[in-house]
């Protein structure tokens, strides 16, 4: 296998020579462990640590080893075990932001061509979370394609209509229907998988990514996670991210479900995700509309002659004002928090006051 396969191409080729390390060579991250990581070159795929020295330069854990990451490694013990010195530059990330106040990110995958956004036809499906994840795709610089499981759930006519719903929403990315039962759709998403290109599957937990990525590779290699009968848990629910090279070239990485997105913290992604509604902004009156009450705002005119769907944009004012909080500086953020902290202390003292010793 060459790295070519493994998507090492001239972008990264370059991103290495600037990187100088000529004692180096490369090997892709193909899984991240508690303190260990697999990384797979031309020959194999062995266990790595990272160097101290890299660890302790890094800011964040953001600039640690993601799985799809180019790591410059050295391998030791008859190429048995390898040392990661340093990261190559990344192409595209998949992140999010962790749960919590902190304004601080996890990684998901990076080095992505194409993000395989999973929503079941059946009750998971969801237009809002479908946003959600077209505006962390789109900030990363990755095409979005939807995968719509579990059409054996739905009649034809749903499914016709979850598509139309989705096509209505002005979202224009590729939808593929598939049934991991019965095999429909399965075969259009082989072919869509093309050699040297990587894939990252999101979505909910128990959509059936896993289940589809064992049928694409055509074993059940991967757990899925089925739900146990006496107490409705599931289990063999997948906890890892890893990357798995497919017969014919392509690359997937499973990703475990998620639970929610948390704040998405961007506006790049938002630009594209809601570009009807972006265009119209530009008609607004006045430059800085928060497009809620001011007169002369497009936006809301083209609420009243129907142009433009209200719970679309009810989800894009809830986005944005997201990103906005997000995009504030550190001691913004911190006298926004201040100013509530100090609410909740007046409040409190006004429930003493009148005598609710249960504060
Ligand atoms: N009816 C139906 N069931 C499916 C389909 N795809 C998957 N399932 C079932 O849904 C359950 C969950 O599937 P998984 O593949 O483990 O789901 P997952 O998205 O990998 O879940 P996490 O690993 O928790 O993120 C399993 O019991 C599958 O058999 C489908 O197309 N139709
Ligand atoms: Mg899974
Ligand atoms: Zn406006």
């Not at 303190?35 to 062995?46: A, C, K, M």
Request: aromatic share 8%.
């Amino acid at each position: 296998m060459e790295l070519k396969t493994l998507g090492f191409d001239q972008w990264f080729q370059e991103k290495r020579i600037e990187a100088q390390r000529p004692d180096c060579t490369v090997a892709r991250v193909t899984a991240v462990y508690r303190d260990s990581y697999l990384v797979r070159n031309e020959n194999s795929e062995i266990l790595a640590e990272a160097a101290g020295s890299f660890v302790y330069s890094a800011e964040s854990s953001v600039d640690l080893p993601s799985v799809g990451d180019w790591a410059l490694v050295q391998y030791h013990n008859a190429e048995t075990f390898a040392i990661i010195h340093g990261l190559l530059p990344r192409k595209s990330f998949l992140r999010r932001k962790t749960p919590g106040k902190k304004i601080d990110y996890q990684m998901i995958a990076v080095n992505i061509d194409s993000a395989l956004i999973v929503q079941a036809c059946d009750s998971d499906f969801n237009l809002r979370r479908l946003e959600r994840y077209l505006v962390m795709v789109n900030e990363g610089h990755i095409e979005p394609i939807l995968l719509l499981t579990k059409s054996d759930l739905v009649s034809p006519e749903k499914l016709e209509e979850r598509i139309a719903e989705v096509r209505q929403a002005n979202i224009r990315c590729r939808v593929l229907p598939l049934s991991n039962v019965t095999g429909f759709g399965v075969d259009q998403v082989r072919q869509l998988l093309e050699p040297g290109r990587t894939y990252c599957m999101v979505g909910s937990s128990g959509v059936g990514k896993t289940t589809l990525l064992n049928h694409i590779i055509g074993r059940d290699l991967f757990e899925t996670n089925t739900v146990r009968a006496s107490d409705g848990k599931g289990r063999h629910t997948t906890t890892q991210r890893q990357l798995i090279v497919l017969e014919h070239g392509a690359m997937v990485i499973d990703t475990p479900g998620m639970r929610e997105l948390g704040n998405i913290g961007v506006s790049s992604g938002l630009e594209e995700s809601f570009a009807d509604i972006w265009n119209l902004s530009k008609d607004c009156r006045f430059t800085d509309c928060t497009h809620t009450q001011e007169a002369g705002c497009a936006l809301l005119k083209a609420i009243d002659n129907g142009t433009l769907r209200p719970d679309r944009y009810q989800s894009y004012l809830k986005l944005m004002k997201e990103s906005e909080y997000n995009e504030l500086s550190y001691v913004e953020k911190r006298r926004k928090d201040k100013t509530f902290g100090q609410f909740i202390k007046t409040v409190k003292k006004e429930l003493k006051k009148k005598g609710n010793h249960l504060l």
